[in-house]
């Protein structure tokens, strides 16, 4: 196996990695444990699920260093096709993630001011609770940040993939659409928040299918070699 089947078939496990990692911490616990508008409903689940609270923390964790290291076999993989895009998207990618691993310290803030007993002599339980909420959602505004940086990502991505003919065209397109709905997620979630409360998780769909489709083939299929040489 020479090293582009190789390194497309790592991006391709480490993409997998990434949508499971992250649909777990923010489908299942962030989204599983959070009462909008309830601090006390949601400080019980956090404290009644603290391992899978735990867990989710710890699968972010891993979620982007899966996306770093697939950002730089993506550059490695398109700089023939396009150095200045490659360089482009890996800035992206980069911020993006810079963003949302910072942003994290928001989601075990909740655990910090729960469990300290320094802080509950300081503060009633119920002010501790509202603070909890408060950085869950300062931690959704960071994380839509993050998700907004990515937006930009994947036309780039997409174009590409288009362009290098060692991949399907049409994964190029519905990788460009993946951008396209990120983009409109965190914009709505600024500028009309109840307009984004019915678009998601719809307006996502394409980043869904865009990004499983990319694992997919890249572990199943691969690139066409000769197209797509790494020097």
């Not at 501790?128 to 950085?135: A, N, P």
């Not at 307006?203 to 990319?214: H, K, R, T």
Request: hydrophobic share 55%; charged share 10%; glycine share 6%.
């Amino acid at each position: 196996m020479n090293v582009t089947k190789k390194l497309t078939r790592t991006a391709g496990f480490l993409y997998l990695i990434m949508i499971v990692t992250g649909g777990f911490a923010e489908a299942f616990v962030r989204g599983g444990l959070t009462v909008h508008g309830d601090p006390a409903a949601t400080a019980r689940n956090i404290l009644e699920s603290e391992q899978m609270y735990r867990l989710g923390f710890v699968a972010d964790l891993i979620c982007i260093i899966a996306t770093t290291f697939l950002s730089l076999i993506f550059y490695y993989l398109f700089k023939p096709v396009n150095k200045f895009l490659s360089s482009m998207a890996l800035l992206f990618s980069i911020l993006a993630s810079a963003v949302m691993t910072a942003n994290l310290i928001h989601q075990f803030a909740p655990l910090l001011l729960l469990h300290n007993t320094a802080y509950q002599q300081a503060f009633s339980i119920e002010q501790l609770q509202t603070q909890s909420l408060f950085f869950l959602n300062l931690q959704s505004q960071g994380y839509n940040i993050s998700l907004l940086l990515f937006a930009f990502y994947f036309p780039i991505i997409g174009w590409l993939v288009y362009k290098s003919n060692s991949l399907p065209k049409v994964l190029g397109v519905i990788y460009t659409l993946a951008g396209v709905g990120y983009l409109a997620n965190s914009l709505a979630w600024f500028l009309a928040p109840q307009l984004a409360g019915h678009l998601f998780p719809y307006v996502l769909l394409p980043a869904f299918i865009g990004e499983v489709s990319m694992s997919l083939w890249l572990i199943f299929k691969g690139v066409k070699a000769p197209e797509m040489s790494v020097g």
